[in-house]
């Protein structure tokens, strides 16, 4: 099956074809017929899919089809996305599909000037892609208006919950056309997620590509049990051995992650950070030097754990283990990309088996063990807060410290505390629009 059988018009086949597009990916297969019918769609698939092409190639086919232009100040089709990078990845796609043809595709997120993105919407678009909060505060300066909106995706609908985006999709859905195609897309199917599509989507045909919660089985995983202490000079010790290709590291907190990326680049690697804290411009010029080789290490917080294609990164490694198993194969799943290889690596530390054990169950399988034995996991000992960082840690390296360790993990790597391990403020995690 190709896209022409699929009933998209010949003028866009022929632009895919153009980008090399040709083939349909499953969840392409599944999901564009129904919701060229106009039918709401609840997807549930794994980032790296083919989702953008899933929701995006139906409604650019009726907007060309239906030849007008949108009213200004309005958007005849809404994607929310929960992070600024997948947003900005939607937004590319997106731009290229509709090249050549008469609409217009416009990104909104926070971290840029809103001035610009004021003017950018005055004359209307026909697909606007937006982070939540951005959007609620360009609604909140009568920017933009939302009741000719016909079409509303929600993109990486799980994550947004995790973000605590609810009460803005709340406040956002209810401006929208009463008459409106709804589409969600998931990885993962929680009881809330159930919910939420009970309440927006109407008569949902649901679509499944692989079993959530499963990792690409290219991916060689690896897990090192390593005191916190002595995980930094670990990291470093695997990353010297691959100096010359590209890594991501991922980090629970936006103040751990800063801190292992200048520890990094002291040591002389060519590394850059992204997280919460960085600017939108910031952001993007870490992202654009890592693809281009500039930065061969990036160290980022779960901003980066979902729509980054990033098809070079040779290695993945989970300096922090996630608050949320399934954000574990999200993480990894961002190595081994269009039928490459690639190696997870996580590194364990005692207050971290809880989080492991999830994992593992979640992935219906056991992770190989690298280095070090599993730490036991200590009576009426509990999952840490998700964001928290640093609860019931007192030293350690980038991320917090542990408890002592169970057994010596490996020579060299368990005393060692990298960047003197002060204590540091704890953050909440959670909730607000503005996180990503």
Not at 76 to 103: C, F, M, V, W
Not at 133 to 141: A, C, E, N, Q
Not at 282 to 292: N, Y
Not at 317 to 341: F, K, Q, W
Request: hydrophobic share 40%; with cysteine.
């Amino acid at each position: 099956m190709d896209f022409d059988m699929l009933g998209l018009a010949p003028r866009l086949v022929a632009k895919l074809a153009e980008q090399g597009i040709t083939d349909p990916t499953p969840i392409q297969k599944q999901a564009i017929p129904h919701a060229m019918q106009g039918r709401d769609v609840m997807g549930l698939a794994q980032t790296g899919t083919g989702k953008t092409a899933a929701f995006g190639l139906p409604m650019i086919d009726a907007l060309i089809k239906a030849g007008t232009k949108p009213a200004p100040k309005t958007a005849r089709g809404l994607i929310l996305a929960p992070t600024r990078e997948l947003a900005k990845q939607i937004a590319d796609n997106l731009t290229a599909y509709t090249k050549g043809s008469h609409l217009k595709v416009a990104l909104v997120v926070g971290g840029a000037g809103i001035v610009a993105q004021t003017k950018r919407l005055q004359g209307g678009v026909d697909l606007l892609v937006a982070t939540p909060g951005r959007l609620i505060d360009l609604l909140d300066r009568k920017a933009v208006r939302l009741n000719e909106t016909i079409y509303l995706v929600l993109d990486e609908a799980d994550q947004m919950l995790d973000m605590g985006f609810i009460h803005a999709l709340r406040q956002i859905a209810p401006l929208l056309a009463a008459e409106r195609q709804t589409m969600m897309f998931s990885a993962t199917m929680p009881k809330l997620m159930s919910e939420l599509a009970e309440t927006y989507l109407k008569n949902p045909v649901r679509v499944q590509v692989n079993p959530p919660g499963q990792a690409v089985k290219k991916i060689e995983q690896s897990v090192h049990f390593v005191a916190q202490a002595a995980k930094f000079d670990l990291l470093v010790e695997l990353l010297d051995a691959h100096r010359d290709e590209i890594a991501i590291v991922f980090g629970r907190t936006k103040h751990g992650c800063e801190k292992i990326y200048r520890m990094l680049d002291k040591k002389g690697f060519a590394a850059a950070s992204i997280h919460g804290n960085k600017s939108q411009g910031q952001r993007e010029r870490a992202l654009e030097a890592f693809k281009t080789g500039k930065v061969r290490v990036l160290v980022a917080t779960d901003v980066a754990a979902r729509g980054l294609d990033i098809p070079g990164v040779a290695f993945v490694y989970n300096y922090d283990l996630p608050n949320v198993a399934e954000n574990y194969v999200h993480r990894i799943g961002r190595t081994a990309r269009a039928g490459a290889d690639g190696k997870a690596v996580a590194l364990v530390a005692p207050d971290e088996m809880i989080e492991l054990q999830d994992i593992e169950k979640a992935m219906k399988d056991s992770i190989p063990v690298a280095s070090g034995r599993p730490w036991e996991i200590q009576p009426g000992q509990k999952k840490r807060p998700n964001g928290g960082g640093n609860r019931g840690r007192g030293r350690g390296g980038p991320g917090g410290g542990s408890g002592k360790p169970k057994q010596q993990n490996k020579p060299g790597h368990t005393n060692a505390k990298p960047g003197g391990g002060q204590r540091r403020r704890r953050r909440r995690g959670g909730g607000s629009h503005k996180a990503a």
